[in-house]
């Protein structure tokens, strides 16, 4: 089963909107932590936002924010404001549990925002 | 100051020949990294080293082989190269302790195309 999923293989956004990137997750683990990346046409990955299990409230950067489900096992992306340079790759991540330091990806969404 | 340098950043050769990359991390960072993302940009780790001493090793073939002379620097060497190990390889850091989220840096990426 994949551990993390990522439906949207592409969305398009007009600048000055927001754009939800959905992400789901599979674990049994109590604990876990939860990541998005965005990796731009120049190929570098650069870390956005953090969600732990055990927050309670959803993480917030700037114009990012997680909309972190627990129920659901969902950690979808919310970019308010889009800008032109948001088209990009967008990767969410898992770590499982408290021992270890492997990050399992997602297929990632490619976001392309228009003028 | 670049924080995960990886050279070289591009790589072409033929197949069976042996290649390495080489990282360096100047982040203080005790665990470090290695990702392949192929060509539809799914990130799958390959091996992680803690201090110098191998944490991950996921079901790579052997010709790949990490080399870690210190914390800081993480090797990657691969021997008789084939068409699939065409790919962008990624060197990673990171500090994982309490209170600290253990995001991931990467590096600038290493596009290895064999021919």
């Known amino acids: 089963a994949q551990k993390i999923t990522q439906t949207q293989p592409g969305m398009f956004v007009q600048e000055k909107e927001a754009v939800t990137l959905d992400c789901t997750y599979d674990?049994?683990?109590?604990?876990?932590?939860l990541f998005w990346y965005k990796q731009p046409s120049s190929g570098e990955m650069i870390f956005l936002i953090y969600?732990?299990?055990?927050?309670?409230q959803n993480a917030t950067e700037g114009r990012y924010s997680l909309n972190f489900q627990k129920a659901r096992k969902s950690a979808n992306l919310v970019i308010s404001a889009s800008q032109l340079g948001d088209s990009a790759m967008y990767f969410c991540a898992m770590r499982e549990g408290r021992n270890t330091d492997k990050l399992i990806f997602g297929t990632g969404t490619r976001l392309q925002v228009f003028p | 100051d670049t924080a995960v340098s990886q050279t070289p950043k591009y790589l072409v050769t033929q197949m069976g020949n042996d290649k390495s990359i080489k990282c360096e991390q100047n982040l203080g960072h005790d665990t470090m990294y290695w990702y392949k993302q192929d060509s539809k940009k799914f990130l799958k780790i390959m091996f992680s080293y803690n201090n110098k001493e191998l944490i991950i090793n996921e079901t790579v073939p052997n010709r790949f082989s990490p080399k870690s002379p210190d914390k800081a620097h993480l090797n990657l060497h691969i021997n008789s190269l084939e068409l699939g190990d065409s790919a962008v390889y990624f060197c990673a850091s990171s500090l994982w302790t309490s209170g600290n989220t253990g995001e991931l840096f990467f590096g600038e990426g290493s596009r290895l195309t064999v021919l």
């Open positions: 969600q732990g299990s055990y927050d309670q």
């Open positions: 674990t049994s683990d109590p604990s876990y932590g």
